[in-house]
């Protein structure tokens, strides 16, 4: 073999990838979108896939905690709310793997890592829900943390994550509502119920903290996903943002701040948190929060007794593709 040019000239593959990185680049800096048949760095794609499906796997798994108090909620009208909402987590997980489906990876895979014990999902939802003021807890905290976090998602690089964050946020914010109203109630009622709203703010606001993930310092991913213009704010902005944000409502609400340290800092007009505990945040992640098990297995089974809901339609839609008739 001749030494001719093999040093000095890329070959047409590297050329066509370094034009492809190049466009890549411009269409990230120009802050447009990049879309699914658009050339991306493998990196990116791995990484979307790993945020998404854990971002759907967490809808998903969210629905148990809530579900919880469906048949125990205190009116007719607060189960059909509920009710609504949870359905609305799970069609927030559909779109989710949806968007992570256009990168080349399927719902089975996605789902089989999951019930696996392979996959990560949100460590909110492996708390315990024991009271009705539980459920006013998630809509207020978790769902208002979602929307923190998620809102700027709309703005992600990748189109069908940004769009179907879009829809996400607004149908979370309606939650966000539906939970600090379940709150204010309690909080305006008997001493008993207010001091049940207490309780259960005590139980969810630090786990809601640290839905933000970890540290900034101790965050692997967000320096990439930042300049990827995935993510728009490391994990501490949008978790002090939050806390600046339930200052206020924890007034209006009437219910005290469990954090006996946030203090505002006249330097930079913000709250300042007291510490997180990062023990409690990695067990959770390791599998030992209080409801770990219980989710997996939970999910386990109902994927299992689902699996003839999946075969009929899967049957009925290759009937439809042969023509055949199928019974109504
Ligand atoms: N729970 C579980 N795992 C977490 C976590 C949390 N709260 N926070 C971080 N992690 C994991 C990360 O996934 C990552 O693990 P990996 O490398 O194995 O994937 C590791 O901890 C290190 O964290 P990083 O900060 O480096 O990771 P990211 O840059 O991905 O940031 C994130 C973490 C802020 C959660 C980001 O992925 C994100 O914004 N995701 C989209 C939003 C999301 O998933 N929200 C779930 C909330 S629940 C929800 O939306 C349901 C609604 O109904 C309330």
Redesign the pocket.
């Known amino acids: 073999m001749g030494h001719t040019t093999a040093h000095t000239q890329a070959s047409p593959d590297a050329q066509a990838t370094e034009h492809e990185q190049q466009r890549f680049d411009a269409i990230i800096a120009a802050d447009q979108r990049i879309e699914p048949r658009d050339w991306m760095p493998e990196q990116y794609r791995s990484s979307l896939i790993?945020?998404i499906s854990?971002?759907a796997h967490?809808?998903i798994i969210?629905m148990q905690p809530e579900a919880n108090w469906i048949s125990r909620a205190p009116s007719l009208k607060r189960k059909a709310i509920l009710i609504a909402k949870v359905q609305d987590?799970a069609g927030?997980g559909l779109y989710l793997y949806s968007a992570a489906q256009t990168l080349g990876i399927t719902r089975e895979e996605m789902t089989q890592k999951l019930i696996d014990g392979k996959a990560?999902?949100?460590?909110?939802f492996n708390y315990h829900t024991p009271t009705w003021a539980d459920i006013g807890a998630i809509g207020w905290l978790?769902?208002g943390a979602?929307i923190c976090?998620?809102v700027p998602?709309c703005r992600a690089s990748y189109g069908p994550y940004g769009r179907a964050m879009v829809r996400i946020c607004k149908e979370?914010s309606f939650h966000q509502r539906q939970g600090f109203e379940i709150l204010y109630e309690l909080a305006h009622g008997t001493a008993e119920q207010k001091q049940l709203a207490q309780d259960a703010v005590d139980r969810w606001y630090w786990p809601s903290l640290?839905?933000?993930?970890?540290s900034d310092d101790a965050?692997?991913?967000?320096a990439r996903?930042m300049a990827w213009k995935i993510?728009r704010f490391s994990?501490d902005e949008l978790r002090q943002r939050f806390v600046g944000m339930c200052v206020p409502q924890f007034e209006a609400l009437g219910l005290e701040c469990p954090d006996k340290d946030l203090r505002f800092d006249e330097a930079t007009g913000t709250w300042i948190s007291g510490p997180l505990d990062w023990d409690e945040f990695r067990a959770v992640?390791d599998g030992r929060g209080p409801a770990n098990t219980e989710r997996l297995e939970h999910r386990r089974t109902a994927h299992e007794d689902g699996a003839w809901v999946r075969e009929a339609a899967a049957e009925y839609a290759r009937k439809q593709r042969r023509g055949e008739r199928v019974a109504a």
């Open positions: 790993r945020q854990q971002h967490s809808e969210g987590e927030h990560r999902y949100s460590s909110i978790v769902d979602a976090n998620q998602l979370e640290m839905m933000f993930g970890p965050s692997p991913n967000s996903s993510k994990n992640l």
